[in-house]
């Protein structure tokens, strides 16, 4: 993983950054999302993107994701696509997964 990576969403000024870790062993771009409980949004450092905010998202209707990682911890939720800046690299329909199921450690540990 590469910590401390920045990703710019460009769908709404002022953008937003989203600190990602890079996990080599996935292809997932996920977020911590309006669609995870408040009582796990709640104190977070995370940046929490919220799709209704954004002009250019749109719910990619009926698609779900799921990862589990190595800790035995897990993370799921629904797709949508949206305009992602990487580094200057502008991408448009970008699938984003947004996260509406954390477990631990996800959901305390990595903040």
């Known amino acids: 993983m590469i910590p401390n990576t920045f990703v710019k969403s460009q769908s709404v000024p002022p953008a937003k950054t989203f600190t ?3 996990d080599t062993g996935s292809a997932d771009l996920w977020l911590w999302s309006t669609e995870l409980p408040a009582t796990t949004t709640q104190g977070t450092s995370h940046t929490i993107f919220d799709p ?3 002009s250019t ?3 990619t209707s009926g698609s ?3 990862i589990s990682y190595g800790d035995g911890s897990s993370a799921s939720g629904t797709v949508g696509t949206d305009v992602v800046n990487l580094g200057g ?3 448009q329909n970008q699938s984003i997964e947004l996260a509406n199921t ?3 450690p996800v959901s305390t540990g990595y903040q």
């Open 20 to 22: 990602l870790d890079f």
């Open 52 to 54: 209704s905010a954004s």
């Open 57 to 59: 998202f749109e719910n």
């Open 64 to 66: 779900t994701w799921q």
């Open 89 to 91: 690299i502008i991408i």
């Open 102 to 104: 954390l477990s631990d």
